[in-house]
């Protein structure tokens, strides 16, 4: 989710604002994922490199996830969200950890979406602790980076907002095969008919995992 602080600059209004007002943006994907047959959610809130903004923006972003945990864990239970964090959540406030515990109790029976929350988050990181956790198998270690949670391993899409084009260290194992969809739109911009494009868009794509389309000929 990226281009909050453009977003703002744009409009004269302090970077918060932005961060704010793509929490919107936030909810109106949530809201839409599960009926363009969305299962699983990831969301890259803030990124362990994010910590070397300046303190007034992480504890901005920190209330700012404090509040959505705690005042949208109502609609999460009433829409069967099942909402689960990754990332070191060891660096993150106190209040922060206990509203996470809080909501990942609240919402275990959710089936109709899985939304993950990824905050202060880094693959390169995710993957040398699962390494380090001596997981024995493929699926072990697959599950060790889904911080326990099996069955959210591989990525089919990833989108990223903003205009950049590159990873920034968003599950780099489980993106191996995703498509990629890169939109020039800043998130507090970004809508339900945007992530419906994109999931069209996805849908046109043709997926062979190093194989050959079956209705390819051979030569
Ligand atoms: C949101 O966008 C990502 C977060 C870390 C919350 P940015 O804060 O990176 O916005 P830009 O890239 O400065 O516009
Ligand atoms: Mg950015």
Not at 20 to 37: H, N, Q, S, T, Y
Not at 115 to 132: H, K, M, P, T
């Amino acid at each position: 989710m990226d281009g909050n602080g453009r977003w703002a600059d744009l409009r004269g209004h302090s970077r918060w604002v932005g961060h704010r007002i793509g929490c919107r943006a936030v909810r109106e994907v949530v809201d839409a994922a599960p009926r363009l047959g969305i299962g699983t959610l990831t969301l890259f809130a803030f990124s362990a490199d994010n910590w070397r903004r300046p303190a007034r923006e992480t504890a901005a972003l920190m209330r700012l996830f404090h509040s959505y945990l705690t005042e949208d864990l109502g609609t999460a239970t009433e829409r069967g969200v099942r909402l689960t964090v990754i990332g070191q959540r060891g660096r993150l406030p106190a209040p922060v950890q206990q509203a996470i515990a809080g909501v990942e109790r609240a919402t275990r029976g959710g089936r109709n979406l899985h939304l993950r929350l990824a905050v202060s988050y880094s693959a390169r990181d995710a993957i040398v602790e699962a390494a380090r956790q001596g997981a024995r198998s493929r699926p072990q270690f697959e599950q060790a980076l889904a911080a326990g949670e099996p069955g959210a391993a591989q990525v089919d899409l990833l989108i990223r907002t903003g205009g950049e084009q590159r990873l920034s260290d968003f599950l780099l194992w489980e993106c191996a095969y995703a498509e990629l969809h890169f939109s020039p739109v800043l998130w507090p911009d970004f809508t339900a008919a945007h992530l419906e494009q994109a999931v069209d868009d996805f849908r046109g794509r043709e997926r062979r995992f190093g194989g050959l389309l079956e209705d390819v000929p051979c030569a």
